[in-house]
């Protein structure tokens, strides 16, 4: 037995000679959440669909909780919620009947599935939703719909395959909440290609790009570099590019647009009042100090179109 | 957690208009021909002198119910199996099914039993009506019981065979178009031998088989024929499911 709820050992999957995924291995621990991030094709979708046992990998294995997926896939699926990038939704059901089936299926005794399906419901925000079809509700009820289905066994492993397609803002954010609300109780995976999402609800980060996995670690690795590491910096005067570089702490300052300058951040040093104060005595008319937004697509970048492994030690350093 | 499948099936199959009008249909087409039948058997009857051409009620009125029952079915089993698989296919909820603790062989079966039990409906349905009979004559029980578990059986490898097709492909249509032609093909296939009663291919036909439940005979030979046929259908069915976990 291992701590881990998810293991995953080498998982390969090839299609014709080429490999969809190729050698991804990683665990979760319990309470953990996990953000699977990837530019399209990179074989997110594959990754999730042999984890929850609905595609076989060509090589390697899944355990979940310690039950090996192939050998004893019916003990491993109980403990699995997942919701595929398509809903998998009966659209001539009602919420109600759905959900019940989706219990009965995920084998939750008789006598609790009202509560269950009550309950469901409760944490995905349908109560008021329970006696229309599916095939009438928006498409982010549909899709809550499709997350309530995923957690209505109370499964240790809750596999969402970007939940947060194609809702709106305030949807986006109950999802959120909701799906840092499940991860305080199981494991839960959600894969995505919004990066400020992962940062939102993830602890855990892994970047794949071409079925290899390119990053795999803490979000704070990716905060850091997101919050600490770069600057942008407005004037109204511009200043020399060297007179900004010469300001203790700061490592690199770099020309983006009109007015503006990005300035990378040495480690460990805090250059923000150096240079307001060196703004104001020179007269520089600084409008505008903020950490640099882009640069947490700037990493996922740099790791997806460079060579896998130097990256990831770049981002571990 | 077979009968949760099939439940769920049963469900479907009722919360579409699709079930309950060809059931409707049916009803009303059986209704229809047991009427005739009785009508008619008055006037043949009277006409019948000699002993050997006088049948029974249950068996005139019986033959004409349970043959269109046969032929009718033809196309109503394809119409309802068609969407089994390949509906769940085309609007990808078959990961919903693959991801709960559930072995191919039973979500196969489920869905089999499901429309086994929309069907036997109808069966129920043509016993209870020939029945009636028996209020105003004696009628042969016997001989509705061996009708029943004919069709049933039919109906059952009807259904297997679709469920097959309709595991094929993603279009219901094209399930439901293919399995009629398989079924017409193996209905009529005695008919193309009937020259030669040994002939192996004749074996195969439906119809050869139905007819003995037909004249009231219960054969077991006859019984394992749609017995292995279903069985045949089904693990055909569970393999190509698996070789879409295998090959994605």
């Known amino acids: ?9 080498e998982l390969t999957r090839l299609y014709g000679g080429r490999a969809a995924v190729s050698e991804v291995s990683f665990n979760l621990a319990r309470g953990q959440v996990l953000g699977f991030l990837g530019p399209n094709g990179a074989g997110k979708s594959t990754t999730m669909k042999m984890l929850t046992g609905n595609l076989a990998p060509s090589l390697g294995s899944v355990k979940i909780c310690g039950i090996d997926m192939i050998e004893n896939p019916k003990e491993a699926k109980k403990l699995i919620g997942y919701l595929p990038e398509m809903r998998p939704l009966y659209k001539e059901f009602t919420v109600d009947e759905y959900l019940t089936i989706a219990a009965r299926l995920h084998n939750v005794p008789g006598k609790q599935i009202k509560k269950a399906v009550e309950t469901a419901k409760a944490r995905c925000g349908l109560g008021h939703m329970s ?17 309530a289905q995923a957690i209505i066994h109370n499964p240790t492993v809750v596999i969402l395959d970007e939940p947060t397609v194609g809702l709106d803002p305030i949807q986006i954010r109950d999802i959120r909440t909701l799906i840092k609300e499940i991860g305080q109780e199981h494991s839960v995976i959600v894969s995505t290609h919004i990066l400020p999402e992962v940062e939102m609800v993830c602890d855990h980060v892994q970047i794949i790009d071409q079925g290899k996995l390119v990053f795999n670690g803490d979000i704070d690795v990716l905060k850091r570099q997101r919050m600490g590491n770069k600057l942008l910096l407005g004037f109204n005067n511009m200043p020399e590019v060297a007179a900004v570089a010469k300001i203790k702490g700061v490592a690199e300052v770099e ?29 520089w008319g600084l409008y505008q100090i903020a950490p640099d937004q882009t640069s947490l697509e700037d990493v996922f970048v ?11 030690e770049e981002t571990a350093a | 957690m077979v009968i949760s499948i099939a439940r769920k099936e049963l469900k479907s199959m ?12 049916l009803m009303f087409a059986f209704g229809t021909y047991y009427l005739n039948g009785i009508n008619n058997y008055f006037e043949v009857m009277s006409g019948a002198i000699r002993p050997a051409e006088r049948v029974g009620v249950t ?17 109503a089993v394809p119409l309802l199996s068609m969407r089994l698989i390949s509906e769940e296919r085309r609007n990808q909820t078959l990961p919903f099914l693959f991801s709960a603790p559930l072995s191919l062989i039973e979500i196969v079966v489920g869905k089999f039993l499901g429309l086994v039990a929309f069907l036997s409906i109808l069966i129920l349905y043509i016993g209870v009506m020939l029945s009636t009979l028996n209020l105003w004559s004696d009628i042969d029980f016997g001989y509705i019981l061996s009708n029943s578990l004919g069709l049933f059986l039919l ?28 079924l017409f093909v193996l209905m009529i296939l005695d008919r193309f031998f009937a020259g030669d009663p040994s002939s192996t291919m004749a074996q195969l036909s439906f119809m050869k088989h139905f007819q003995s439940f037909a004249v009231g ?20 069915t569970i393999r190509r499911l698996d070789a879409d976990r295998l090959r994605g």
Do not use: C
Request: hydrophobic letters at 50%.
């Open chain 1, 131 to 147: 006696k229309r079809l599916i095939e009438n509700l928006s498409n982010g009820y549909q899709q809550r719909v499709g997350i």
């Open chain 2, 59 to 75: 068996q005139f009125v019986g033959q004409t119910v349970y043959g269109l029952a046969s032929f009718l079915m033809l196309f």
């Open chain 1, 302 to 312: 740099q790791l997806t179109y460079q060579d896998g492994e130097s990256a990831a």
């Open chain 1, 255 to 283: 020309l983006t647009e009109e007015n503006m300058m990005r300035v990378a951040v040495a480690e460990g040093e805090t250059p923000h009042e150096s240079i307001v104060k060196a703004s104001v005595r020179n007269g």
């Open chain 2, 155 to 182: 109906l059952a490898s009807f259904s297997a065979l679709g469920l097959y097709f309709s595991s094929l492909t993603s279009q219901p249509v094209v399930a439901a178009i293919l399995s009629f032609i398989a």
């Open chain 2, 217 to 236: 005979l219960i054969d077991t030979a006859d019984i394992l024929y749609f017995v292995l046929f279903i069985i045949t259908f089904l693990i055909l």
């Open chain 1, 1 to 9: 037995m291992s701590d881990f709820t998810v293991e995953a050992i």
């Open chain 2, 14 to 25: 009722f919360s579409s208009p699709m079930g309950w009008i060809i059931l409707a249909l």
